[in-house]
């Protein structure tokens, strides 16, 4: 963990230069593998400090405390440092280094781990090997009980959310439960 958060491999490519965001703890029941930090949670060095994290909070049912407890939550994303924004909008992919060199090294640590959130289509193509999101969420019970997928839970999951009723319907109740099990 020590040698992720003093990481500086892309630090020549990084608009805002290096800053890994990521919490875990060998007792961890929990882990989020998400996209990559935001300018917000790049600012703050707080993952998940935006009103993206509010909503994947919101899904889980829990609250900031137990969030936040990396004794119980670990958060590893897929790329440590935010990777800048693409010239038609929207943040770049996560930095295709950081996933290989820190997941192996990390994951195996957390022995713990019962319950694993694949947030967005970077970690559900990493983890899962599947390309399109909104199909492998629908099809999130192949994955149980020990992983599942969920899309981006950024604003423009609102329309999404609408589109897919399903979503709330039958994905969330399950996650909520999964969540309250890994964490009791």
């Known amino acids: 963990m020590a040698a992720a958060r003093a990481c500086t491999l892309c630090a020549d490519t990084l608009p805002l230069g290096p800053r890994p965001v990521l919490r875990a703890a ?93 947030v967005g289509s970077y970690a559900i193509t990493h983890l899962l090997r599947r390309k399109n999101m909104t199909d492998t969420v629908r099809d999130f019970q192949v994955f149980l009980p020990d992983i599942i997928p969920l899309p981006h839970p950024s604003w423009r999951t609102t329309g999404w959310e609408a589109r897919n009723p399903w979503f709330g319907a039958a994905v969330l109740p399950v996650l909520r439960e999964r969540v309250l099990a890994a964490l009791s």
């Open 26 to 118: 060998a007792t961890s029941r929990i882990l989020i593998i998400g996209q990559a930090p935001g300018t917000k949670v790049h600012s703050s060095g707080i993952p998940w400090n935006d009103p993206s994290g509010i909503r994947l909070r919101r899904w889980m049912g829990v609250d900031d405390a137990t969030f936040y407890d990396e004794s119980r939550v670990a958060i590893l994303p897929m790329g440590l440092c935010y990777p800048g924004v693409l010239p038609t909008g929207g943040d770049k992919p996560p930095m295709p280094i950081c996933a290989p060199m820190w997941h192996p090294r990390i994951r195996p640590w957390l022995k713990e781990v019962t319950l694993t959130l694949a």
